[in-house]
């Protein structure tokens, strides 16, 4: 039965495109010419025609399973390479194994002798742990008696804080005080330098006084001498002058 190009590509499971790509490609066209027959427009090939075609993809699809073995084969061997030398490397880390199990079973041993001496340490950490707490005990009793102590403490230095602050307002007070008093002192010396120089002025305008009335007196004394004698009348008495003290002759002037 004679077919088309698309006829034997659907015998075969592939497009007409890949029918015309591999008769171009082996060389088949020259081949087919003897089993080509028109019919119209449409190109038909007989059976003989057919199978060479169909030989083509055959061939093609040997060479591809060929070379996929090849593949495989060159991959298994590659595979084989490496095992043999993962088997090395395991070779090699089992002797390692080997030797760490037997340091794992010294250690061990060392481990166990370790873990007796730790029993008896804790063994002896428990009595002393006992002990501790003994001790920790007494540690609060005594903590205790400083805390009560610590609040009396406290409690005389606050009482002495209070006086010292007493005290301090009492200084305080007489610092005050004595200021004052410097202050009167100063102010008595100031009216004392005063009072001073006003009794040596009204000393000196005593002794003044005094001078002129000496004088005066030595003149009338001179004209009664050089006056002739007549009888003299009789002269009225002069009360006498009354005294004052320094202190009533000042406030007597300041009065004036």
Excluded: W
């Excluded at 171009?24 to 075609?53: A, C, F, M, R, W």
């Excluded at 495989?72 to 490496?82: A, F, G, P, R």
């Excluded at 010396?189 to 006003?198: F, G, H, K």
């Excluded at 004088?215 to 005294?243: A, D, I, M």
Aim: hydrophobic residues 30%; contains cysteine.
């Amino acid at each position: 039965m004679n077919k088309s190009i698309l006829q034997i590509a659907e015998d075969i499971g592939v497009t007409r495109q890949t029918v015309y790509a591999k008769i171009k490609s082996h060389d088949l066209t020259d081949k087919l010419q003897p089993y080509t027959i028109k019919q119209g427009n449409v190109t038909l090939y007989s059976e003989e025609g057919q199978n060479l075609i169909k030989q083509a993809f055959k061939l093609n699809q040997d060479n591809e399973i060929l070379q996929a073995v090849k593949d495989k084969m060159t991959e298994i061997q590659k595979v084989n390479e490496s095992l043999t030398k993962e088997n090395e490397s395991l070779s090699k880390l089992n002797e390692e194994l080997t030797n760490e199990t037997d340091n794992l079973s010294k250690k061990n041993e060392s481990l166990s002798k370790e873990l007796e001496k730790v029993k008896s340490e804790n063994a002896s950490l428990k009595i002393e742990n006992i002990e501790l707490k003994a001790k920790h005990n007494s540690c609060d009793d005594l903590i205790k008696e400083l805390r009560s102590s610590k609040e009396e403490q406290s409690n005389q230095i606050t009482s002495l804080r209070s006086q010292l602050t007493a005290k301090d307002n009492q200084l305080t007070e007489a610092n005050s005080h004595i200021a004052e008093l410097t202050a009167t002192i100063k102010a008595a010396q100031e009216q004392q330098a005063n009072l001073t120089a006003a009794l040596n002025q009204q000393q000196a305008l005593h002794a003044g006084t005094i001078q002129e009335h000496l004088l005066h007196s030595q003149e009338q004394e001179q004209q009664q001498q050089l006056q002739p004698q007549t009888s003299e009348p009789e002269k009225e008495p002069v009360p006498p002058q009354q005294k004052f003290s320094f202190f009533q002759r000042l406030f007597r002037k300041r009065s004036e």
